[in-house]
């Protein structure tokens, strides 16, 4: 009985497999390729690549690779001839736009961008880095430029001149101030120091920074044709130095825990005692001498810059044991690490052996 009953079995299946199975078989069947594996085709197609690659047309290398890699997707050599010269396509339109975005060219460095997403169309992370290049702001151009408030400004003959000045600190400053037309009055204390100084085609601000430099001496303005000049000296520039005021105000990318801590960078980096932060009206005023606020002012500017990021390329390569010892090379197959206290690194360094 247990016989007659395999058998039954046995024959339902064959009968079904008879009557149904042309079609299913058909219609899960291996799909028709789109393009028939050639490789000759393929080998030509390489060839072609090579020789664009060599004159330089590496869109059309590109392109020759690529097709290869249709007819033989399955040979290694090949579909790696592509990937290696797109990723060193990409590479190099990469570092060509960090470049241009460190110097602060930020169109340049997004069409860079822009090539080596045309080339991996893939590849999200040129995206996301497009996206931060062309946030950046242009430091070059500042949209709302502060001003300092309470300089007295002298009224200057423009040009430039010729110097060639002999004598001692006060007859140098009266040469300069005459050629440019104005007055010059001096401390009491100043001492003579002997000048010799020639430059020739400075402007006013030039020819004073070099006669102070060289005389030991600083000045201020009094009235627009008036200055006065004393020694350079820490007591000197406490009675004597210019005091002025300006507002620098803050971007919108600048955040209120960040505006504290840039109000104490600014006390201590630049000693200065009388800033205040306004965090409604988003801005930092500080009351100082001229050097001291051109200082804040590149502080902030280096706080609202756009941060640097760098960009890490990685390459994983897939090693295979066996090929490798075939090409006589050994592969470890263990490692060793070893401690090494900071007193034995300070033994290290100060060894002359």
């Given at each position: 009985m247990a016989v007659c009953s395999t058998l039954l079995c046995a024959a339902s299946v064959s009968?079904?497999?008879?009557?149904?199975?042309?079609?299913?078989?058909?219609?899960?069947?291996?799909?028709?390729?789109?393009?028939?594996?050639?490789?000759?085709?393929?080998?030509k197609d390489v060839e072609a690549g090579d020789k664009a690659t060599a004159e330089g047309r590496f869109d059309d290398a590109l392109a020759a690779y690529d097709e290869a890699a249709k007819y033989a997707p399955q040979n290694a050599a090949i579909v790696g001839k592509g990937a290696t010269l797109r990723s060193q396509l990409v590479r190099a339109h990469t570092d060509n736009a960090e470049q241009f975005a460190l110097s602060g060219d930020v169109p340049k460095a997004v069409d860079e961008l822009r090539t080596a997403m045309r080339i991996d169309p893939t590849n999200a992370i040129l995206g996301e880095r497009m996206a931060q290049i062309a946030a950046m702001r242009d430091d070059s151009q500042s949209p709302h430029p502060a001003t300092i408030s309470g300089l007295q400004k002298l009224n200057t003959q423009t040009g430039k001149h010729n110097l060639d000045l002999h004598g001692d600190t006060r007859s140098a400053y009266d040469m300069v101030t005459h050629m440019?037309?104005?007055?010059?009055?001096?401390d009491p204390d100043l001492p003579a120091h002997r000048v010799h100084l020639r430059v020739d085609d400075v402007d006013f601000t030039t020819?004073?920074?070099?006669?102070?430099?060289?005389?030991?001496?600083?000045?201020?303005?009094?009235?627009?044709?008036?200055?006065?000049?004393?020694?350079?000296?820490?007591?000197?520039?406490?009675?004597?130095?210019v005091q002025a005021e300006q507002s620098f105000p803050l971007s919108a990318s600048v955040a209120p825990?960040?505006?504290?801590?840039?109000?104490?960078?600014?006390?201590?980096i630049t000693a200065s005692?009388?800033?205040?932060?306004?965090?409604?009206?988003r801005?930092?005023?500080?009351?100082?001498?001229?050097?001291?606020?051109?200082?804040?002012?590149?502080?902030?500017?280096?706080?609202?810059?756009?941060?640097?990021?760098?960009?890490?390329?990685?390459?994983?390569?897939?090693?295979?044991?066996?090929?490798?010892?075939q090409l006589g090379i050994t592969p470890p197959t263990s490692a060793q690490a070893f401690l090494i206290s900071p007193n034995d690194i300070r033994a290290l360094s100060q060894a002359s052996g």
């Open positions: 009968f079904a497999g008879q009557s149904g199975a042309p079609a299913t078989a058909t219609t899960t069947s291996k799909p028709a390729m789109a393009v028939l594996l050639d490789p000759k085709r393929a080998q440019f037309g104005i007055k010059a009055a001096f020819a004073m920074s070099l006669l102070a430099q060289s005389t030991g001496t600083f000045w201020r303005p009094v009235d627009a044709n008036l200055i006065f000049v004393t020694q350079d000296t820490t007591e000197k520039r406490r009675q004597f130095a825990e960040e505006m504290t801590e840039l109000l104490r960078v600014m006390r201590e005692t009388h800033i205040e932060l306004d965090s409604h009206s801005s930092i005023t500080m009351r100082d001498t001229p050097e001291r606020l051109a200082l804040a002012s590149e502080l902030i500017e280096q706080v609202e810059r756009a941060r640097g990021e760098v960009m890490l390329e990685i390459e994983l390569l897939e090693v295979d044991r066996d090929k490798a010892t």
